[in-house]
Structure formats: C-alpha cells, structure tokens
C-alpha cells in the first residue's frame, strides 16, 4: 500500500485477525450476542460502530492534549454519545424498520466497550491519523465477527440471508426442506451467538498457536 | 503356545507393537482395549490395578440400560396399535405386550436412534482422538445408550446426529474430553434438541410412532403424556392407571416410562457400586419434599382450581416419581460421576436440589412440563461449587477442632500431641 506505511497498515489490519477487539481482547462481546440473529441489523450494527469509533478516535485524538485527565471519562461520554445519536437519527430516518430491529442496541453503542477501550488505549496517546486508523480497523475487526457470526445464524436459524429465503420455503416445503430439514431453533436465540463466537476463537487459536494464553 | 498358531489376542497385541506410532494408532486400540486387556506391564508406581477400569464401569452402566431399551422398544409398539385400535380392556402382558408385532415397531423405530447415536459419537471421539493423539475415551459408550433412551421416538435421525455432533463436541471435548466436561454430555445433547428443533421435542404429537400423521384423522387419539395432561387442567382425561405409571405402559420418551426397570436398574448399580446411593436417595427425597409443598397448598386452598398451576400442583406427590423422566434422570444421569458432586455431603445437596428443582419447573413451566433434564444440567453447573464450601467447612471445622485441642490442657504436652495427631 503506497498510502500507509507499513506500520499504519499494520493499525487497521491487525485488529482484523490477531489482535481482534472480540476474539482476543474479547470486548464487545454483549452487542455481539444481541444483534445477530439476522445478518442485515449485523452488517448495520458493524457500519454503525465503525462510524462511531472513526470518528470519536479523531475527535478524542484531536482534544487530547486538552482534555482533564481528570474527567476524560465523562467527554469521552459526550463525544460517543453525540455520534451514537448521529447514526439513531439517521437509522430513524432512512431505515425505520431496522432501527425497530436494533431497538435499543444502537443507544448502547455507547455502552460497547470497544469504544470506550480504544478511546483510552489508543486515541488518548496517538495523533489523528493514528488514531483513525486504529478506529477504523477495529471496528472492522468487530464487523467481520459480527457478520460471520450473523451469517451462519441467521443461515442455520432462519434459512434466509439478508432476508431472502436461501434454503427454500419451510412453511410450502421447497428446497431444502423438501428433505425433511428444519431451521434450528437454537441458532435465533443468543446463548447460539456465544456459541458461535467461541467456536471462531478455537478456530483462530488452533490455526496460531501463539494466540494461546498460558494458564 | 507355538509360535505358528497364535491367537487372537496375540496377533491384536503384536499388530499394536507395529502401529504405535501411526497417527491411527488410537482408534485401533481403542478397539484392543475394548475385547482385551493391554498387554503392557506397568514400569513404576503400584503394580496391582483393579479390573475395574473406566471401560467396565460403562459397560456396567450398559447393562443396567438393556432392560430399559428392550422394554422401550415393545413399548414403542405398544403405544402405536393402542393410539390406532384403542387400549385393550383386558390387559395382558403376553398378549398385547410381548408380541414380536410390537417388538418390530421397535426395531424399525428405536434401533436407527441406537445406531446413529452411536455411530456419529464414536465418529466424533475417533477423530478427536485421532487428531490430538490420546487414546480414544470411554465416555461415549453410556452417553451413545442414553440419548436415544431420553428422546421422543419419531426424532428424525439427521435431527439426531447433528445433536450428537454438537453434544459431544461443545458439551464434552472442548473442555478436554471425557472427565473433564462440566455437563452431562447426554443432557446437553437433549438440551440443544429441545431448544432447537421445539416442535419435534415437545406437545402432544411426538410421543408416539406417526402421531403427527396421524393427526386429524379418524382415529386420532392424543399422543399426550401425563404430564402433559395435567399441565392442561385434563386430569380427568387420561385413563392410565398407577400400575401402568409405575410399569411404563404410558407415552413418553423413549425409555424413561418405565420406573420399575428404572428402580431395578437403579439398584443394580448401586449394589455394583458404580453409581452413587447418595445422590439417587437425595433426589427423590428432594422431589418428595417440593411434590409435597404442593399438594400442602392445594389443600389448604390457596390455590383456585382454575389456575395454571392446578393441574400439576394437585398431582399425588409420589406419582411425580413414576411419570415423566424423573426416575430416568435421577438414576442415570444425575449420578454421572464426572458431572455430579465428588463429596458425600455434596452428593446429598446435589441430588435434593436436583429433585426439588425437577418438581418445581415441571409444575411452574406449563409450557414444558418437564424439567428434570434442566435440573440437572443446572445442578451440574453447580456441582464444584458445592464442592468447594463443603470442602471448605469440613476444613474449617476441623482447624476449629485443632484450636480447641491446642488451647485446652496446657499441663499435660503428651496429651495434646495426640489430640494432635487424631485432629489433623
């Protein structure tokens, strides 16, 4: 990449596998069980917090020098919170029906902690661009979690992707369920998303050993 | 012996030698070890082992599962011609039970969920085995008899299979494998069928072979379990007597409706030593005492009998013992020693709440009014740390023990020696 050195690239992608904000640092993990059940509000919550923490990083990044330390805190609230309620208004406006999906999981942006980690990690000690990019490979880095784990739930448990039937009818029985298949309940309830999120951490570890703790 | 003719097991123990470092080489002695003893001699350490190894305590358990199965498997047609051509009047054990009509349902029906539960379990412990290079373990040999013993009996068989799949693979070998896993494996594979496929797992259609076909037509006859009866205020609908509770001539899962077997089976391994007393004698107390408080309630009216709750709450507090999974879970599942509570005191709380827990969501959760295998997968969740506080008090009392031993007669140093020596 001639636009980032190397060290820069390495920024957005390393939170993408070996430094992933769910899998290793394991932050996030709430809005993760939450939201994906279906793979669209998966792909909204991604963009959504990838908006989010682009640019609260720059934003905190800009101000650090200025900002108390003292009540670093309560203005990183302030800058999260205004953003969050950006992407509310904005879902509220141009995608009534998903914002109803995502209910309240968008106002708990707030709450994810992967915000508020990189925040203090990283913004608060790196300069704009730095931090930008940071902002914008983790939040990619919790996207792709998010839609994998969407992906193969909402797959397994509704037989649809992004709403489309891709398995056939289950109630006419075509497609697949001509065979006397079934979509598993299981997958549309949370508990399936730890499930799943465990399975890509044992996937992940066993594929790089040094990604095992030692205990 | 001459060197020309060896036997069997001779050629078995050489062919070992010659494969020890092939990457098959765990599958292959799990198949030695399974019809011989090793022929390896220990090197250190205690040189008399008892026979008694994790392989026959399984095949203990197995055998106290045969008359369950075998029972199950007539009763599975016994249910399908009653549902079609009504109960007969007379009841006779020969006659409208022991018939090879009957056994044949069973055959055809119970034996596909025998072979699949097996086959796809012992797959996956063979691959893992394979994979990490240890020896394949025992663990599957109950858990593969159990689970088609604790499902309803038209489950469809891929349905199975990918239970399996996930029971022994996020129920057993991520936390390391046989011993190591922290819920009943059978259980969780009974968990993740009930939540994932509900419409197979629950309601008034599955308990009987082709119910659900049946349905709507002129002989329809409601496939529905006791407990399922009750659960809906139809107390009076059902014409199941008490020996027929007790004996198993009623719908249910496959193999938890008969607790005489159950009760034989049961005794059977307590008198075998495998499972532990303690555990079985606590859950039914456990369930006696919430079947109990219930029937208290009903009778001091505090109850109207057209709530929900009616139905269930009203039900003699013994027969909670006889229908449903109850007697199944406590004498089979409860008493996993790798899951249940290690100390004494433990096994006693362990299996009260067990029992309790059982009674209290079957009653409280109409939707589902059965909750014995909830109960358990609870329990074990909490079965180290029962362990841990009775630990901890044993240890406790005992260093108040030594206090008090210590501080007593100060005159007399031999004297506290051995109040010493017997304390610690």
Redesign the interface.
């Known amino acids: 990449m001639a636009l980032l050195t190397k060290k820069d690239a390495s920024l957005i992608l390393d939170p993408l596998a070996d430094n992933n904000p769910i899998t290793i640092q394991v932050l996030g993990i709430c809005s993760a069980l939450a939201i994906t059940a279906e793979l669209k509000a998966s792909v909204v919550m991604a963009i959504s917090v990838l908006f989010v923490l682009g640019i609260g990083n720059v934003v905190i990044s800009v101000l650090r020098n200025v900002i108390p330390s003292k009540i670093r805190i309560i203005v990183q609230l302030i800058v999260v919170a205004t953003l969050v309620i950006i992407v509310d208004q904005v879902l509220k406006a141009f995608a009534y029906e998903l914002s109803k999906t995502l209910s309240v999981f968008v106002g708990l942006i707030i709450t994810n902690c992967i915000i508020m980690g990189r925040f203090e990690a990283f913004a608060l000690g790196n300069g704009p661009w730095k931090s930008f990019l940071d902002g914008i490979g983790n939040a990619l880095g919790y996207g792709v979690i998010l839609i994998i784990v969407g992906f193969f739930r909402e797959l397994l448990g509704s037989g649809t992707l992004f709403g489309f039937p891709v398995l056939g009818d289950p109630i006419s029985k075509t497609g697949l369920y001509s065979t006397?298949?079934?979509n598993?309940?299981?997958?549309i309830?949370p508990p399936a998303a730890l499930?799943v999120v465990?399975i890509i951490i044992?996937v992940q570890r066993s594929r790089n050993k040094a990604l095992i703790e030692d205990n | 012996m001459s060197d020309k003719r060896l036997t069997f097991k001779k050629r078995l123990h050489i062919l070992k030698h010659h494969y020890r470092d092939k990457k098959m080489a765990p599958a292959f002695n799990a198949f030695h070890t399974f019809l011989f003893s090793p022929d390896e001699t220990t090197h250190s350490g205690s040189h008399v082992r008892g026979a008694d190894d994790l392989k026959r305590a399984m095949n203990t358990v197995i055998m106290a599962l045969i008359p369950v199965l075998l029972f199950s498997m007539f009763n599975a047609g016994y249910q399908h011609y009653s549902a079609i051509s009504g109960f007969p009047s007379e009841f006779s054990l020969l006659q409208h039970f022991l018939t090879w009509d009957n056994f044949w349902i069973g055959i055809i029906k119970v034996l596909p969920l025998v072979a699949v539960s097996y086959g796809v379990g012992l797959l996956v412990e063979f691959i893992f085995a394979v994979i990490k290079g240890h020896e394949v373990e025992e663990g599957y040999l109950v858990t593969g008899m159990l689970v088609p013993l604790i499902v309803p009996i038209d489950t469809?068989l891929?349905?199975l299979a990918?239970a399996v799949v996930f029971g022994v693979v996020?129920g057993k070998e991520?936390f390391g494998g046989t011993g190591m896993n922290i819920l009943n494996p059978a259980l969780t594979i009974r968990a993740?069928l009930f939540?994932?496929?509900?419409?197979?797992m629950s309601g008034d259609k599955v308990w009987v072979h082709e119910a659900v076909e049946r349905a709507g037509t002129a002989d329809a006859i409601s496939g529905e379990t006791i407990l399922g009866y009750l659960a809906q205020n139809n107390a009076d609908e059902f014409t199941y007597s008490v020996s027929d509770m007790f004996f198993g001539f009623i719908p249910g899962s496959v193999g938890e409706t008969s607790a005489f077997l159950i009760l034989l089976g049961g005794l059977f391994l307590v008198f075998s030593k495998i499972a532990s007393w303690r555990i079985m004698l606590s859950a039914v107390i456990g369930s006696l005492v919430m079947g109990l408080i219930f029937n208290v309630i009903v009778d001091a009216g505090i109850i109207a009998e057209t709530s929900k709750f009616y139905g269930l709450m009203s039900f003699d507090y013994w027969k909670h013992l006889i229908v449903g999974g109850l007697a199944f879970g406590i004498v089979y599942m409860a008493t996993d020693p790798v899951t249940g509570s290690q100390t004494n005191r433990g096994k006693w709380i362990y299996g009260f709440l067990i029992g309790f827990i059982s009674v209290m969501i079957r009653v409280f959760n109409p939707a589902y009014p059965e909750g014995v295998f909830l109960a358990i997968l609870l329990m074990n969740v909490f079965a180290p740390t029962i362990d841990h506080y009775v630990l901890k008090g044993n240890i406790k009392k005992r260093l108040k023990r030594l206090k008090s031993a210590t501080i007593l007669p100060k005159d007399s140093d031999s004297k506290t020696e051995e109040l010493k020596a017997e304390t610690v």
Request: hydrophobic share 60%; charged share 5%; proline share 8%.
């Open positions: 006397g298949y079934e598993n309940g299981f997958m309830i499930i465990g044992w | 469809p891929w349905m990918v996020i991520v993740f939540f994932a496929y509900p419409t197979w």
